[in-house]
C-alpha cells in the first residue's frame, strides 16, 4: 500500500526553469523524504522533512510539508540536464522500512 | 561514501531454475533490504533484516526467501523462479529504528525466460 503519491506522472521543462512535484499523502507520518533515481541507478536521498518542520533546502532543492493538507512539494530552481529523473516521495512506516509512491518524471532538455 | 553493491547486474534464468542475487554494504549498517521495481508500481518491499541472522517478511514475499549471514551480506533466493518475477531489483542499507535515508546499490535486472 503506498503511503504517499506524487500527484504526476511526468513533467518536462527546460534548463533553468523551475520546476515543482507535489505529493500527497494518506496518514500522519514523522517524516517524508524525497528520492531522486537517475536511469540505471538506485534511488538517493535529497532531502528528509519531519513533521514538525515547514520547509528544508538543500541548495538548489526546496521541499515543503504541510501536515493540514498532508501534502508535500519538491522545488528545483535553476534546473539542469543532470536533474532529468524520476522523483520519489516516500514515507516511512515505522520500524519497518520506506513506501516509496510511482514517482514523477522530471525530463530537462537544453 | 555510503556503499552497496550488487551481484550480478544482469541475470537471464529458465523458468523454474534457483536464481540468488547478492548484496553486499561497507557502511556497517544494521539494517538491510530487497525492493523491486516494475513500471507503475514503485519500488515494493520483498524482504528485510535488522542484523545478522535475521529475515522478516515484506510486503510482497511469495516466491522469494532471504538470508543475512553476515553484517554486511545479504541474499535474495528465488528457488523456483518464473516470469512474473522478472524486475529489477534493488538492495539497500540503512540505519536506525527505522533506517530514516537508506542507501541504494545500483540494481539487478533479472529476466525470467
Known amino acids: 500500500s503506498q503511503l504517499a503519491e506524487e500527484n504526476l506522472w511526468a513533467l518536462s521543462v527546460h534548463e533553468g526553469e523551475s520546476v515543482t512535484v507535489n505529493c500527497s499523502y494518506k496518514t500522519s507520518i514523522t517524516a517524508l523524504q524525497w528520492y531522486r533515481q537517475k536511469s540505471g541507478e538506485g534511488p538517493a536521498q535529497l532531502i528528509l522533512?519531519?513533521?514538525?518542520?515547514r520547509e528544508k533546502r538543500n541548495g538548489r532543492l526546496r521541499a515543503t510539508l504541510d501536515t493540514s493538507s498532508q501534502s508535500s512539494s519538491l522545488s528545483i530552481t535553476a534546473t539542469r540536464c543532470e536533474d532529468t529523473a524520476v522523483y520519489f516521495c516516500?514515507?516511512?512506516?515505522?520500524?519497518?522500512?520506506?513506501?516509496f509512491g510511482t514517482g514523477t518524471t522530471v525530463s530537462v532538455s537544453p | 561514501e555510503a556503499a552497496v553493491t550488487q551481484s550480478p547486474r544482469n541475470k537471464v534464468a529458465v523458468t523454474g531454475g534457483k536464481v540468488t542475487l547478492s548484496c553486499n554494504q561497507t557502511n556497517n549498517h544494521n539494517n538491510m533490504y530487497w525492493y523491486r521495481q516494475d513500471t507503475g508500481h514503485g519500488l515494493r518491499l520483498i524482504h528485510y533484516s535488522y542484523g545478522a541472522g535475521s529475515t522478516e517478511k515484506g510486503d510482497i514475499p511469495d516466491g522469494y526467501k532471504a538470508s543475512r549471514p553476515s553484517q554486511e551480506n545479504f541474499s535474495l533466493i528465488l528457488e523456483l523462479a518464473t516470469p512474473s518475477q522478472t524486475s529489477v531489483y534493488f538492495c539497500?542499507?540503512?540505519?536506525?529504528?527505522?533506517?530514516?535515508?537508506?542507501?541504494f546499490g545500483p540494481g539487478t535486472r533479472l529476466t525470467v525466460l
Open positions: 522533512i519531519r513533521s514538525n518542520e
Open positions: 516516500v514515507s516511512y512506516q515505522g520500524g519497518r522500512a520506506l513506501i
Open positions: 539497500a542499507s540503512g540505519e536506525g529504528t527505522g533506517g530514516w535515508e537508506q542507501y
